[in-house]
């Protein structure tokens, strides 16, 4: 089973920039579609983006097309989250997860089996 921690998260002011970072131990995450989900308060946990194994191909929610940006490292075994231009409505907690079974939509929470607990985002107005 591969282990994920996030890094990266804290409090900024709208407009700024922050870069979320997910480090995985136990196993390589090379083969993997990499994703992250973000869960508001209140909210369900939501798709914000994904990347395949090599990655050469993401894909990114409406709601952060253009500002976000993923990207993955895998001699370092780490895929990160470029987070540009936030918004109060970014604020939430921010999970990086792996689909180790090549299974399903990269953009559903059900495809992937491995996650990490999570790094706190928030945007003050």
């Known amino acids: 089973q591969v282990q994920l921690v996030e890094s990266g998260g804290g409090l900024v002011q709208a407009g700024a920039s922050l870069r979320l970072s997910c480090a995985a131990s136990?196993?390589?995450?090379?083969?993997?579609?990499m994703g992250w989900f973000r869960q508001a308060p209140g909210k369900e946990r939501e798709f914000v983006a994904a990347?395949?194994?090599?990655?050469?191909?993401?894909s990114y929610a409406d709601s952060v097309q253009g500002r976000f940006t993923i990207s993955r490292d895998n001699a370092k075994n780490t895929v990160y989250l470029q987070m540009n231009s936030l918004k109060p409505e970014d604020l939430a907690v921010y999970y990086c997860?792996?689909?180790?079974?090549?299974?399903?939509?990269?953009?559903?929470?059900?495809?992937?089996?491995?996650w990490g607990p999570g790094t706190q985002v928030t945007v003050s107005s």
């Open positions: 997860a792996a689909n180790t079974l090549a299974y399903g939509s990269s953009r559903s929470a059900k495809s992937y089996n491995s």
């Open positions: 136990g196993r390589t995450i090379s083969r993997y579609t």
């Open positions: 990347i395949d194994w090599s990655g050469t191909s993401a």
